[in-house]
């Protein structure tokens, strides 16, 4: 009687390292404590991912590449000194910040329809350096256009022209129009 005893204790150690041999391969103790299924299908996903690698190898470096032209994109937008603005947010410039809106379109154009107390400039005579515009460095300044294009050249030499508040009418006058909001017609 006196060997049972130890060969108990010997079977309780081998119980709790087969116990600890199962939550580390994750399977469930005759207990029933172990994992729970969450992190049972977490590691099974863990273990399974190189195989994925391995066998996708295209659609892993697509991926990446992916993900690698959003980040470098989202980097040059915030570095490039200027925002886009949507209709609403160049109604709250005009309204509460007395923004200057200076329209690139062509002349035909800001006569069919313009932003009320927007000015004309012909982007041939569009610069940055102009006395009037050299007044109003520190106002904001939104520039638009027919479709948003040539202003976001315009916002860029802005920028470079030393200008710190500058905005572009994202989708130029069609977004404006689209969000039916008022349009003059004709000369200033």
Known sequence: MAAAAPRERGGTRHRRASAAAALAAGTRTPDNRGPSPETVAVTEFLQR??????????????????????????????????????????????????????????????????????????????????????????????????????????AQRLVRAGFSRVYSLAGGMAAWRQADLPVAKGKN
């Open 49 to 154: 991912l190189p195989l994925f690698f391995a066998q996708h190898s295209l659609l892993v470096l697509a991926f990446i590449a992916l993900l690698l032209a959003l980040a470098v994109t989202e980097v040059m937008r915030l570095r490039r000194g200027w925002s886009e603005a949507t209709p609403a947010m160049v109604t709250r410039l005009l309204n509460r910040e007395n923004a200057l809106l200076v329209d690139l379109s062509p002349r035909a154009e800001y006569e069919k329809g313009h932003i009320p107390g927007a000015r004309h400039v012909d982007w041939e005579q569009f610069d940055p350096e102009h006395k009037d515009l050299a007044r109003v460095k520190d106002l904001p300044v939104v520039v638009c256009c027919r479709s948003g294009v040539t202003s976001q050249r315009a």
